[in-house]
């Protein structure tokens, strides 16, 4: 611990984030990468709302969920990206201690919402396949904002006390994290004070938010792939399995990173693997899941054809407008220097 002349501690007030480690050279290309995929994180998930928007045959629950999916993994990936960004171009790699729990909050608050939504988008399948008759009846529009607004909410408020409970206690130093953002586990070890109300909570608030959504997906996908394999034809069980396929890939992905990052023990050999492993979650899931759902899906694909037609067409009008007006424009020059010169005649 860091001690004053006294030799009581001093209490810090800002964080190192370590990061990748000190390798000045390789920070002009971690500033590309990571700026790259955050602009197409950007230019994906804006895609997929702007498309679920515009095109009506797109506005079903099943895509109401993939917009808000879309809309989350912007948030979700924006806390902890814009951080590193500011880091890598100022060279400077402090946050200070309020930053850090609020980014601490948010981070856990849109990874909670996340993690109910795609349980509600597993829910969604399982409605579509195992209850075609009774989908339109059970999945309509109250039921979905519901589905959203209990997680919102939730999360709020528990995000908000373990944000409020480390507040509360003190860091004393060192005040290095070895790790690119603000998250629970690495700043509770720089604490000089009793952690373990927050330990407590932080554990009631994983299985609220990870055991229990993961559960909820597991039954759902189990009754999915039973009522699949009943199917007679084999073409019938091809084309039941992709409508959940893509959003099957989302969730591996998910919790496979999350259980290697969190349940492996936090060895100095394993450090390392975990923070790499914590990209794949935070940053490269917003990155990819876009195209993971988008890739194979005939719906998105019309949309975007016509929203791109749209598009064209709007510029093409808009072009050829201008050109009436400039046309005009210059006839009505024309014409008045004709009679200008008629008249000096």
Not at 82 to 87: A, Y
Not at 90 to 117: D, K, M, N
Not at 248 to 264: A, D, G, K, Q, R
Request: include cysteine.
């Amino acid at each position: 611990m860091w001690k004053n002349e006294e030799g009581n501690q001093t209490a810090i007030k800002e964080f190192i984030l370590l990061g990748y480690g000190d390798q000045p050279e390789l920070q002009p290309l971690l500033l590309s990468l990571f700026l790259m995929i955050y602009i197409l994180t950007l230019a994906g998930n804006f895609l997929i709302i702007l498309l679920v928007v515009a095109d009506q045959h797109l506005q079903t629950p099943m895509y109401y969920f993939l917009s808000n999916l879309s809309f989350l993994e912007i948030c979700y990936s924006s806390v902890t990206l814009l951080k590193m960004l500011s880091n890598l171009i100022t060279g400077e790699r402090t946050i200070s201690v309020s930053g850090c729990i609020a980014q601490l909050f948010f981070f856990g608050f849109f990874a909670a919402i996340e993690t109910y939504l795609l349980a509600a988008m597993s829910y969604d399948r399982y409605l579509a396949i195992c209850k075609p008759l009774h989908y339109a009846s059970i999945m309509h529009g109250k039921l979905c904002v519901k589905l959203m607004a209990g997680p919102c909410i939730s999360s709020l408020l528990g995000n908000g006390i373990v944000a409020y409970l480390m507040a509360q206690i003190s860091f004393c130093g060192p005040n290095v994290i070895d790790h690119y953002f603000c998250d629970l586990i690495p700043m509770e070890k720089l604490s000089c004070s009793d952690t373990s109300l927050i330990n407590l909570f932080a554990f009631l608030l994983c299985a609220l938010y990870t055991i229990t959504p993961f559960l909820l997906t597991l039954i759902s996908y189990v009754c999915i792939i039973a009522t699949i394999l009943k199917i007679p034809s084999a073409i019938g069980r091809k084309k039941a399995f992709l409508t959940c396929s893509s959003h099957l890939i989302v969730v591996c992905i998910f919790y496979s990173t999350i259980i290697i990052v969190y349940m492996l023990p936090a060895t100095p050999t394993l450090r390392d693997l975990n923070k790499v492993f914590s990209l794949f979650y935070t940053i490269l899931t917003p990155l990819i899941n876009p195209l993971i759902y988008s890739l194979r899906n005939k719906d998105v694909h019309k949309a975007l054809r016509t929203v791109c037609s749209r598009w064209l067409f709007f510029v093409r009008s808009h072009l050829n407008l201008s050109r009436i007006r400039l046309n005009s424009s210059l006839s009505s020059v024309l014409k008045s220097q004709s009679e200008v010169l008629r008249h000096s005649c």
